[in-house]
T-cell receptor, first 113, second 114 residues
Framework: QKEVEQNSGPLSVPEGAIASLNCTYS??????FFWYRQYSGKSPELIMS????GDKEDGRFTAQLNKASQYVSLLIRDSQPSDSATYLC?????????????FGGGTRVLVKP | GAGVSQSPRYKVAKRGQDVALRCDPI?????LFWYQQALGQGPEFLTY????????KSGLPSDRFFAERPEGSVSTLKIQRTQQEDSAVYLC????????????FGEGSWLTVV
């Protein structure tokens, strides 16, 4: 079992709809969680971070965290064609391990006009 | 510089050739990470430096891979006797400190071994 699991997609959503991305992780010691967006041929860029159980909203993005279920999700509201990219879930490791990020395989999102 | 800088951006190497990939992190960033990303996959951790100390090299796939950061700033990832399976994008990232701080990625070095 991989440490971080994501549905590879593609997740196809019509413009204006909500895209819902899910991620499960195996390391119960993870305290911080990050969502990165990666356009084709580009490097990952941070779009959301979440540290506490519950929801965190930032613009059109909402991250949800449930540490008991080892589950983190990302909602993209009012999806735009510019949101078409691969979204990477990354729990942060323990401090003793350098807080390195362990990435999932990513979910490819396609927003159709 | 304003961001993490990597060079070369693109490298084609013949199988068996040695390559060196350079990373210049954001000024003042203590933590530096190297990741390997194969086509269609998420980035895979290779190694981590805190200043000049290599604290974690558990992700290096073989002893052909070697990384250094002698003065705690610029880092070099060296791959000896390259193999086709080494073809990937090598991403360097840095952060002020590891714990909960934003990690910034460079544009990557695209390595193709032929």
């Amino acid at each position: 079992q991989k440490e971080v699991e994501q549905n590879s997609g593609p997740l196809s959503v019509p413009e204006g709809a909500i895209a819902s991305l899910n991620c499960t992780y195996s390391d119960r010691g993870s305290q911080s969680f990050f969502w990165y967006r990666q356009y084709s041929g580009k490097s990952p860029e941070l779009i959301m971070s979440i540290y506490s159980n519950g929801d965190k909203e930032d613009g059109r993005f909402t991250a949800q965290l449930n540490k008991a279920s080892q589950y983190v999700s990302l909602l993209i509201r009012d999806s735009q064609p510019s949101d078409s990219a691969t979204y990477l879930c990354a729990p942060e490791g323990e401090k003793a391990a350098g807080n390195k990020l362990t990435f999932g395989g990513g979910t490819r999102v396609l927003v159709k006009p | 510089g304003a961001g993490v800088s990597q060079s070369p951006r693109y490298k084609v190497a013949k199988r068996g050739q040695d390559v060196a990939l350079r990373c210049d992190p954001i000024s003042g960033h203590v933590s530096l990470f190297w990741y390997q990303q194969a086509l269609g996959q998420g980035p895979e951790f290779l190694t981590y430096f805190q200043n000049e100390a290599q604290l974690d090299k558990s992700g290096l796939p073989s002893d052909r891979f070697f990384a250094e950061r002698p003065e705690g700033s610029v880092s070099t990832l060296k791959i000896q006797r390259t193999q086709q399976e080494d073809s990937a994008v090598y991403l360097c990232a840095s952060s002020f400190r590891g714990a909960g701080n934003t990690i910034y990625f460079g544009e990557g070095s695209w390595l193709t071994v032929v």
